[in-house]
């Protein structure tokens, strides 16, 4: 691979905070955000009061609940709301890429040589996840969207019941609070109002997603953990995995990016919502998660250095959603001439279950 994790883009949230968007040092922070969404649909981001600490401690509890039998796992499926909080089990979420004609386009494409691995099979992927929603007000009105909207689950082993909620809830914070100073920047960088995409999440049914892989199982190289696909959401947010194997592409270079987020820094990726809302401008980024020859290296080094711990790959992701009844429809100063024939007007609910049905977690 040409291309390394270096080529992204690194955004300074600190001076943004700091200085709001009066400054010129922090406008130009803006304006590369905006243009790291628009070239990579992704960038790393600083956040200094995000702490590791807390990362390392959330990774350690998810890798023991994964650890479970997957009979004590389905105990916390909820199915009939379309998995929407809760776990997912492995071998349930298909990558929609696998049957989608605009997606199959994307990747024939690409240089051969660029192209993420073969998932025309269809098969589910390999994966597990948990979706647990971080607390926050609820909106001045009956949404439309209910089952979106549910209740978290919290398992019935007291050692995880005992700091389910501490751990999830401090974590989803501190990703809650990067990501949407992210959307911010970016919205400045675009050359709108701060709080343009923010107003229009505030309601948003946010997902800490915890995702797993089960690297006792799953460990041969090019195995596909998580097949090419966009996130439906808005935008994306992960510290780092303890396992290599993510791939991300540029939309405006083509080029596949082995991305390992480094220690004290925060990956934010562009997910079908900010495409849909910028009519296109920016595009959802398209990414795969797979065994590659660092992933067995990093396998290797941690069944040495660590061999009680659980073999389990834990991505520390969260979703940043737009408020469900939320009218999504491309801003006005964004828009091309056939912009609205290819977003047009639909609640952000409606979106979400679209490609919920894709991906084989809503019937």
Aim: charged share 25%; with cysteine.
């Amino acid at each position: 691979m040409a291309t390394t994790a270096t080529a992204l883009p690194i955004i300074d949230l600190d001076v943004f905070l700091a200085q709001g968007e009066t400054s010129d040092k922090a406008l130009a922070e803006c304006k590369k955000a905006s243009e790291a969404l628009w070239t990579y649909g992704a960038l790393l981001v600083k956040d200094s009061r995000v702490s590791d600490e807390d990362n390392q401690r959330f990774l350690d509890l998810f890798e023991d609940y994964f650890a479970q039998p997957d009979s004590v796992l389905k105990e916390d499926e909820r199915p009939e709301l379309s998995y929407q909080v809760g776990v997912t089990l492995e071998n349930t979420e298909k990558p929609k890429c696998a049957a989608d004609v605009e997606c199959l386009t994307v990747i024939a494409k690409l240089n051969e040589a660029e192209r993420p691995l073969d998932i025309s099979g269809h098969h589910p992927d390999p994966k597990c996840r948990f979706f647990y929603r971080p607390a926050q007000d609820a909106p001045p009105y009956e949404t439309s969207f209910p089952a979106l909207n549910a209740a978290n689950v919290v398992p019935r082993d007291p050692r995880f019941a005992a700091v389910w909620h501490e751990v999830l809830g401090k974590w989803a914070n501190s990703m809650k609070n990067a990501v949407e100073g992210v959307a911010q920047m970016s919205a400045v960088g675009f050359g709108l109002p701060r709080t343009t995409f923010t107003d229009a999440g505030r309601y948003g049914p946010h997902l800490l997603a915890p995702t797993a892989s089960n690297l006792n199982k799953y460990n041969q190289p090019d195995t596909i953990l998580a097949g090419f696909h966009t996130d439906l959401n808005f935008l994306t947010i992960h510290a780092a995995s303890r396992y290599p194997g993510l791939h991300i592409w540029a939309r405006n270079t083509g080029k596949r990016i082995p991305v390992a987020v480094p220690r004290g820094m925060l990956l934010v990726q562009a997910g079908k919502q900010l495409e849909h809302l910028t009519g296109g401008y920016v595009r959802a980024g398209f990414h795969e998660v797979v065994v590659n020859d660092k992933t067995i290296e990093t396998i290797n080094r941690r069944t040495a250095e660590f061999p009680d711990r659980p073999l389990i790959r834990i991505s520390s992701t969260f979703f940043w959603h737009l408020s469900s009844d939320f009218d999504l429809q491309p801003i006005q100063s964004l828009q091309e001439e056939d912009t609205l024939q290819r977003y047009p007007l639909m609640k952000v609910g409606e979106q979400v279950q679209q490609e919920l049905r894709h991906i084989a977690l809503m019937a």
